[in-house]
C-alpha cells in the first residue's frame, strides 16, 4: 500500500442485495463514499470538518466497472486514492476486492468544490494542501 | 376511501428487493414516506413548505406489521392516514396492498415537531387546522 | 419523443436526500433502472418474465454525469433508450430533467446477459428482437 | 456484556444521512440486521449457512423508538440479544448508542422460519439449539 491510498473493511449486508442474490449495483457508490470517508480521516480531517469549515465535495461524475459479484456476509476491502486535485476539483480512484484478493470493481468519482450555498469555489488552500501533500493535520 | 385518506401507487424497484427474492423490510418506511408527503400535498401544503416555515416532523416510533412479500415490478398500494394530532406530535397510519388488494403489510410512524435547530415545539396553529381539519390550502 | 424512448416521472423522496439537501449522487442507478424497467415494460416484456425465461442482465459498467441536483419533492423524468445491442450484452443511456426541464443528470449502463446460474449467454432471439425491432409482444 | 449480547460497531455513512442532516429512519433496520448477522456469526453459524441449510427468518415485525438522531461519521455501537425463541419464531431486541454511550434507538424485530419456498416451518433442531443455548458450532 503506497503512503497516499486507504483501505476499508464492509461486510456486506443483507439489505444490499438484490433478487439476482449479490450486491446491488447502487451500493457501490456508497461503499465509495465510505472509502473517501476512511481516506479523509486518515490525512487527519473528517469530511464532516471540512464541511463545519465550507467545503463541500459535490459528485460530478461516477463511473463503476463491475468485474464479479459480491454476495451477503462476504468481507470487502475498498482502496481509495486521490488521482487529481485540480484547482476547483478532485478525483478518487476505488477498486473493490473480496477476502480472496479477487477484483470486484473499480471506478472514479470526481467532486467539485462548493460552498454552503452550493456555488463552486476554488478549494480552499489549508485543504488543497492535506489533499496533495499527504500530510496529516490541519494548520 | 374516506376524506381523511391518501392513496400512493408505487412500482417495486429491483434495488428494493433482497436475496430472498421479495421486498426487504427496511423499504417500507420510505414507503410510508413517500405516503405521508403524497397526504401533505392532498391537505394543499407540501411537506417542504412545511419544512421552509419552520417545522419539521422528526421521527419518534416506527412499526410494521409483515403480512405478505411484496416482489419487484409489482405494483402496490399505500394507503395513508393520520390517527391522531397532539400539541406536539402526530401519528400517521398506513396499509400497504398489491394490486389484487391483498394486504402486505400495515403500519405506523409517530413524529414529533422540531424547529429548524432540531428543538421541540408546539405544533403551529397554521399546520395544526391543516392536519385536523382536512381544509386545503394555507391561510 | 422517438419511438425509442421511454419516459417515466418519479417523486424524489426525502429517503433518496442527503445531509446536502440533494438526491445523494447513489440513487440515480436506480431510477436508471426503474427507466429501464418501464423500457421492457413498454416493449411489451417485463424484465420479470425475462428473467422468468431464464435471461437476466448483470451490469457490467455504470456512467454518472451530474449538472444540477434535484431535490426533495420535485418530480423528474428519466428518459431511456437502448443504445447498442450486441450479441451478448445491451447499453442503455439515459436522461433526467427536472419538471421544467433542465437536465440534471446524464448516463448509461452496459449489461452483459446471463443465465439462473450467472453464466454469460447469447442474448436468446426471442429477447434480441424484442430489444432491436422495439415490436411488442413475446413470439 | 452479558454472554448472550452481541456489539456491532458501525461508522455512519453520508448516504444514510437525509436533508434534516441526520440519519434517516429507515437505516435502523438495516443496523439492526448487521447486529443479527454478527449475532449469528458470534453463535458458530453465520446466517448464510442457515439459508443454506434451508433455513430462513423473514421479517413479520419491526419496531424502533428514536430518542436521539445520529450524524454522519459518527461511530454507532449496535447492541443485540435474542429476547424470544418460539417453535417457528424468533424476537430479536436492540439498542443503539453512540461513541458516547448516548441512547438513540432501541428496537426489536419478529421473525417467523420459512423453507426455501417460503412456507412456514417449525424452528430445525440443530438451529434452536444454537439460538438458545448460545452454544458455537453446529451439531
Not at 463491475?66 to 476539483?89: H, K, L, M, N, W
Request: glycine residues 10%; charged residues 20%.
Amino acid at each position: 500500500m503506497s503512503s497516499g491510498e486507504c483501505i476499508t473493511r464492509l461486510r456486506v449486508r443483507y439489505a444490499e442485495t438484490d433478487a439476482m442474490g449479490i450486491v446491488h449495483h447502487s451500493h457501490y457508490a456508497t461503499w465509495f463514499e465510505a472509502g473517501r470517508s476512511d481516506l479523509f480521516r486518515q490525512k487527519g480531517l473528517g469530511y464532516s470538518d471540512c464541511e463545519a469549515r465550507g467545503a463541500f465535495f459535490r459528485v460530478t461524475e461516477l463511473f463503476v466497472r463491475f468485474s464479479q459479484p459480491a454476495r451477503y456476509d462476504e468481507e470487502v476491502v475498498i482502496c481509495t486514492r486521490i488521482s487529481e486535485v485540480r484547482s476547483r476539483g478532485v478525483t478518487f480512484w476505488y477498486e473493490v476486492r473480496n477476502s480472496e484478493n479477487a477484483l470486484l470493481v473499480t471506478g472514479h468519482t470526481r467532486h467539485i468544490c462548493v460552498n454552503a450555498s452550493g456555488e463552486v469555489q476554488t478549494i480552499p488552500g489549508w485543504l488543497r494542501q492535506i489533499l496533495t501533500g499527504g500530510q496529516p493535520g490541519i494548520p
